[in-house]
């Protein structure tokens, strides 16, 4: 029987997960596997694409569906519960028992907490993360957990459910000089809009800065180009997205 598993999110033209997933299959000699986009406009088209397609086993979650999706799921594992967010669903098949059940996981931790590990040294100690979205949740769960005193930087600050958010206008050199972890967890700069960058005050980061930017398309993002000019140290999102697929695709094929 063909299985297959695909990405929701829209616009889905910036897509690495089919080029991925395919040439994983072809690889792996996986013919009974196919890995599907599906650019829905509305995260309540989600029920009808199911329906519609009876052979899928699982799916990728991306902007801006990370958070509303949980309400369309049957279960959540602990780590999407802690973390509020959801990027994968396994999807078991319809029975005699039932229609088919949606458990929602979230592998951006894993694929973050991979990726960052090599470069994080001890001046990491407090991090500004960029967004609220549904990954800046993912990226706030596993730096708590290493202990990196975080704080929000977000366009609506009224609309903030934390204290500890500030707006881009309140960034100056003193909060700059004391977050030397900054991770950008927005779409800004992401193909085609690669000249733009998060509006951050740039001429204050310094050489024990370290940027990090979950954009992996293009590789060198604006955000990356003006933290290297300080002389920061620079990582792109590519590992971390990398490291989650495979995350996805243990969970999509743990038998239990």
């Not at 929602?104 to 960029?130: C, M, W």
């Not at 996805?248 to 743990?254: E, F, K, L, V, Y």
Request: with cysteine; aromatic share 12%.
């Amino acid at each position: 029987m063909q299985k297959k598993y695909g990405l929701i999110g829209f616009p889905l033209f910036h897509s690495f997960s089919k080029a991925y997933f395919t040439e994983k299959f072809e690889r792996e000699n996986r013919a009974d596997c196919e890995y599907e986009l599906y650019p829905i406009d509305g995260i309540a088209q989600l029920p009808q694409l199911i329906k519609d397609n009876p052979e899928l086993c699982g799916l990728n979650v991306t902007i801006p569906y990370k958070e509303s999706v949980i309400a369309y799921l049957d279960e959540l594992d602990e780590t999407a519960k802690a973390v509020g967010a959801v990027n994968c669903i396994k999807i078991s098949p319809a029975s005699n028992l039932g229609p088919p059940r949606l458990k929602g996981y979230n592998t951006d931790v894993f694929g973050f907490r991979q990726s960052i590990k090599p470069f994080l040294e001890t001046q990491h100690e407090r991090a500004l993360i960029l967004g609220t979205g549904g990954a800046s949740k993912a990226v706030h769960h596993v730096l708590k957990e290493i202990g990196i005193d975080c704080y929000f930087v977000t366009r609506d600050k009224s609309s903030a459910k934390s204290e500890r958010v500030f707006s881009y206008e309140e960034l100056n050199e003193y909060i700059i000089n004391a977050f030397k972890l900054i991770v950008n967890t927005t779409s800004v700069g992401m193909f085609p809009e690669v000249n733009a960058a998060p509006e951050i005050p740039y001429q204050y980061v310094s050489p024990s800065h370290l940027l990090y930017d979950l954009v992996y398309n293009p590789a060198e993002t604006e955000f990356m180009k003006r933290g290297k000019a300080q002389g920061a140290s620079v990582v792109n999102g590519l590992s971390m997205l990398k490291q989650q697929a495979e995350e996805a695709w243990r969970t999509w094929n743990n038998p239990s």
